[in-house]
C-alpha cells in the first residue's frame, strides 16, 4: 500500500485519511473519451442480454443491453454516441471476461431522444416506477425490494469516506448536494420509507450544514453523525450503530431492516426523474502516488482506466499498482484497459509496490502472529480475525465458520494494524471462498466492496 | 503393620469392584460390531487418503459391510486385497484401474505473466485475483496447493514450475484434483504413457501469446494416430485410453513437444508381459 509503507514500525490504530490531496480541489470533467466499454455483466454466470451489433451505431443514453435475471434486470446505456466496433468478452475490472459492449467514439454525443419519468404520473404502481428505474439503469437492491413487495420501512444512506485518498462522496455531497436530496425524496416516496437516514462523519461538518439546509423540508430525513468512517459492506454494523432496526449478525434478512443505498445511485435518480438521463456519468477520485494532479473527476461509466489515470497526470509506464476503489479495500487491477464500472468510487494509483527477487514484498514480509490483538481491537465487526486466520490457514474451516468468518465486512483494517505484516483480509477472503466452495464467488466478494 | 493392610483391603476392594463394575457394563452396553468390519479394515491400507470418497478407512470399511458399499473403491488396495474383501463380503467385484495423477500443464516460468502477485503464496488465494498472475487463463500456478494436500507425499515442486507426480507414490486417491482451483490435474490410467500436457481452450494465435509452450491446436498428432485415439474438443487435444497404443508416433509429431511420454517404457513393457 503505498503511501502506507511504514517508516516506522510502529502505525496508528487507523489510516491517516490522505482526503487533503482532493478535498479542497474543484472537481473536473473529463471530456469525450476515445472509446468506452460497458460491460453487461457482474459475474461470469450472470445472464445478459445485447441489444446492438457490431457496425451499429448508438447514441448517448440509448438501450444496448440488459444485465442480470428478467425481474431484477438493469438496463446498460452507451454513455457516448458512436459505433460499436466489438461484441463480445473483454476484461472485468472484477478479473474475469464478461460479455462487453464497446463503442468507439464519434466525438459530438448526441443525446438519444430522451423523457424525463415522472413519478407522479406513473401514479401508484410501484412495480410500474421501478420498472422504470430499472430502464434508466439505476443500480439498486431489487432482490430485496421485490422480495418485500417494494415496502421498505427505512433507508440507509452511507456518507462516510472510509477508503483513504477517496473524497468523491464528499465531492458529491457539496456539489450535488439538492439534486441527491430530490433523488432520495423521489425513492422514499416509491417505496413508502418512513424514514432515511443519511449518516455522515463528525469531522465533516460543512456537510451536515449543505444537508441540513437541503433537506429543511423533508421530515423523513434525518442527518447523523458518527465518529469513524463506516466501509460500504458494514451495512449492518451501521444499523446497529444507530438502532435503526434489531440487527443481528446472523445472514438472514429481516423485514424491518434498513436498505442501504448508494449516493451514485440517488443522483442517478435525480437525473432520470427531472432530466431523463440514464445513469451514465459519475464522479470518481484519481489520487495516489502515481498521480500527478489528484483530483474528482466526472467520468462516463465505461471509460478504459487509463484515460482517466492520464487525464489526471498519471504516467502508466511508472505505476506500480492500481486499485479500483481505494486502498485499503480497492480491487487490484491487472489491466488498464478495463472499463470504469457503475458504483467505483475511486482509482487509486501507486507508483511502486516493492518485491525482492523471489517475487516477495519486501516491507510486507509475514512473520508469525505475536497475539498482540491489535486486529481484534480495530476490527468493526467484532471478530477475532487473527483466530480465524489461523482456523483458516490450518484449513479448520468449520471453526472459522463458528468464530464469526463471515461477519468480516473486508475493510482491510486488520491487516492495516498488524504488526507481523500478515494478509488477513486475503485468508479472510480466501476462507470465504473455500467454505462457499464455488468459483463466482470471487466476483460478489468483489462486488461487495464496492458497496454492490 | 495394621495401616498396610487396611489400605490394601481398601484398595484392594475399589479396585475389584470397579472390575466387576466394568466387566458387567462391557457385557450390558456392548456395542455390537460386524467382526467383518475389523477383517475388512485390517485388509485396507489404513492411510485415511479419502480417494475411495469416504472420510476414513474405517467409514469405508463399515459403509461395506452396512450400506453396501463397492468393495473396489479403494486406489491403494492391489487385486490381492480386494479379493480378500469380495470374500468376507461374499460378493465378486472386478479390480478398478489403477490411477495416476498427472499435470495438463507444464508452462511453469515460460508462461507469461501479467501482473506481479505479492499475496498469500497459494493457488486458491492467488486465483481470487484475476484468476491469477499467468495470462493463460488455463496455467498452472504453481504455489503447489496439490503438493501440501497430498497425503503420500507425491508430488514436489520447485519455484513457481508445475509440480512434478512420482509413479512410485502416487495413488490416484484424487486429493490433488479437489484442490486445484486451475483444474490442471487429471486421473490418468496408470498404465497409459501418453499425456498431453496443456490444459488451454485457447486458439493458436493467443496461446502462442500467452505461452512458449502450449498446444497451437495444429492437428498434427490427430492426423498421424493410427488409431485415432485424439481428438480435438474446444481447441484442447483429448486422447481416449481406451484406444491408444502407446506407440509414440504423435510425441515424436508435436511440434510444441507437449505430448509426453510419462511411462518409462521398461515399465509398459512389464505390464504388457503380465
Redesign the interface.
Known amino acids: 500500500m503505498d503511501g502506507f509503507l511504514p517508516t516506522f514500525i510502529r502505525r496508528t490504530q487507523t489510516p491517516p485519511t490522505f482526503g487533503e490531496f482532493t478535498r479542497d480541489r474543484p472537481s473536473s470533467k473529463m471530456g469525450i473519451p476515445e472509446r468506452v466499454v460497458v460491460p453487461l455483466q457482474d459475474t461470469h454466470d450472470t445472464p445478459c442480454d445485447i441489444m446492438v451489433q457490431e457496425g451499429e451505431s448508438v447514441r448517448l443514453g440509448q438501450k444496448i443491453g440488459l444485465m442480470g435475471k428478467p425481474p431484477v434486470s438493469v438496463c446498460a446505456h452507451a454513455s457516448t454516441s458512436g459505433k460499436v466496433d466489438r461484441v463480445g468478452p473483454l476484461p472485468h475490472p472484477l478479473?474475469?471476461l464478461a460479455q462487453s459492449v464497446s463503442i468507439l467514439s464519434d466525438g459530438k454525443d448526441d443525446l438519444d431522444d430522451l423523457t424525463p419519468l415522472n413519478p407522479k404520473k406513473i401514479g401508484d404502481d410501484k412495480s410500474r416506477l421501478f420498472e422504470a428505474f430499472r430502464e434508466m439503469g439505476i443500480p439498486l437492491n431489487y432482490e430485496l425490494l421485490y422480495g418485500r413487495g417494494f415496502k421498505v420501512s427505512s433507508l440507509l444512506v452511507n456518507a462516510t469516506e472510509f477508503e483513504p485518498y477517496i473524497t468523491s462522496k464528499h465531492h458529491m455531497i457539496k456539489e450535488r448536494g439538492q439534486d441527491l436530496v430530490g433523488g432520495l425524496r423521489v425513492l422514499i416516496g416509491a417505496c413508502s420509507a418512513s424514514q432515511a437516514v443519511i449518516v455522515v462523519e463528525k469531522r465533516q461538518s460543512s456537510l451536515v450544514n449543505i444537508l441540513r439546509s437541503a433537506t429543511k423540508e423533508v421530515p423523513e430525513i434525518t442527518i447523523k453523525t458518527v465518529l469513524r468512517p463506516y466501509p460500504e459492506t458494514a451495512a449492518n454494523l451501521l444499523t446497529q450503530k444507530l438502532s435503526l432496526a434489531k440487527s443481528n449478525h446472523s445472514k438472514s434478512v429481516h423485514a424491518g431492516d434498513p436498505m442501504s443505498v448508494d449516493l451514485s445511485s440517488l443522483l442517478a435518480i435525480n437525473n432520470a426523474c427531472f432530466l431523463g438521463v440514464p445513469f451514465v456519468e459519475q464522479l470518481v477520485t484519481v489520487a495516489g502516488s502515481g498521480i500527478k494532479d489528484p483530483q474528482n473527476v466526472w467520468v462516463k461509466t465505461g471509460v478504459p482506466l487509463l484515460h482517466i489515470i492520464n487525464h489526471a497526470g498519471g504516467s502508466p509506464s511508472r505505476l506500480g499498482r492500481v486499485t479500483l476503489g481505494g486502498p485499503l479495500m480497492g480491487i487490484?487491477q491487472?489491466?488498464l484497459e478495463v472499463p470504469l464500472i457503475k458504483r467505483a468510487k475511486g482509482l487509486f494509483a501507486a507508483t511502486a509496490?516493492l518485491?525482492d527477487e523471489h517475487?516477495?514484498?519486501r516491507f510486507?514480509k509475514r512473520t508469525p502472529c505475536i497475539k498482540c490483538a491489535k486486529c481484534v481491537d480495530a476490527c468493526p465487526a467484532s471478530i477475532i480475525p487473527n483466530a480465524i486466520a489461523d482456523y483458516v490457514d490450518n484449513e479448520l474451516l468449520g471453526d472459522a465458520e463458528q468464530w464469526g468468518i463471515f461477519r468480516c465486512v473486508e475493510c482491510g483494517l486488520c491487516e492495516y494494524v498488524c504488526p507481523s505484516r500478515i494478509?488477513l483480509l486475503?485468508?479472510m477472503?480466501?476462507g470465504k471462498?473455500?467454505l462457499k466452495g464455488e468459483?463466482s464467488l470471487?466476483a460478489r466478494?468483489n462486488l461487495k466492496t464496492l458497496g454492490w | 503393620m495394621a495401616v498396610v493392610l487396611v489400605s490394601l483391603i481398601i484398595l484392594g476392594g475399589i479396585g475389584l469392584l470397579c472390575g466387576i463394575a466394568l466387566a458387567i457394563a462391557s457385557r450390558v452396553f456392548a456395542v455390537k460390531l460386524d467382526p467383518r468390519i475389523e477383517i475388512i479394515e485390517k485388509a485396507l491400507p489404513g492411510a485415511n487418503c479419502g480417494g475411495c470418497g469416504f472420510p476414513s478407512c474405517h467409514a469405508y470399511a463399515q459403509n461395506m459391510v452396512e450400506g453396501g458399499a463397492e468393495p473396489n473403491r479403494c486406489v491403494l488396495c492391489d487385486a490381492e486385497a480386494v479379493g480378500k474383501i469380495s470374500n468376507v463380503l461374499g460378493k465378486a467385484a472386478a479390480t478398478i484401474e489403477k490411477k495416476i495423477a498427472a499435470i495438463k500443464c507444464y508452462g511453469g516460468s515460460t508462461a507469461v505473466k501479467?501482473?506481479?502477485?505479492?499475496?498469500?503464496p497459494?493457488c486458491?488465494?492467488a486465483?481470487?485475483?484475476?484468476?491469477g498472475?499467468k495470462l493463460c487463463s488455463y496455467s498452472c500456478l504453481g504455489f503447489g496447493d496439490c503438493v501440501e494436500a497430498c497425503p503420500f507425499s507425491a508430488l514436489s515442486r520447485s519455484g513457481r514450475e508445475a509440480p512434478i507426480v512420482s509413479r512410485d507414490r502416487c495413488t490416484g486417491c484424487g486429493n490433488c484434483v479437489a484442490v486445484c482451483?486451475k483444474n490442471v490435474i487429471v486421473l490418468i490410467p496408470r498404465k497409459a504413457s501418453i499425456h498431453i500436457a496443456c490444459n488451454s481452450k485457447e486458439k493458436g494465435k493467443v496461446v502462442r501469446q500467452v505461452c512458449e509452450v502450449g498446444c497451437i491446436s495444429c492437428n498434427r498428432c490427430i492426423k498421424k494416430c493410427p488409431e485415432s485415439a485424439l481428438s480435438m474438443q474446444d481447441n484442447r487435444v483429448c486422447i481416449d485410453y481406451s484406444k491408444c497404443t502407446s506407440c509414440g508416433l504423435c510425441i515424436e509429431e508435436c511440434p510444441r513437444k507437449i505430448i509426453k511420454d510419462i511411462n518409462p517404457r521398461e515399465e509398459a513393457s512389464r505390464a504388457v508381459n503380465q
Open positions: 478479473g474475469f487490484p491487472q489491466s509496490f518485491f517475487r516477495e514484498s510486507y494478509p486475503e485468508i477472503r480466501l471462498v473455500l468459483e470471487l466478494i | 501479467s501482473f506481479d502477485y505479492g499475496g498469500i497459494s486458491r488465494a486465483s481470487l485475483y484475476s484468476g498472475d482451483p
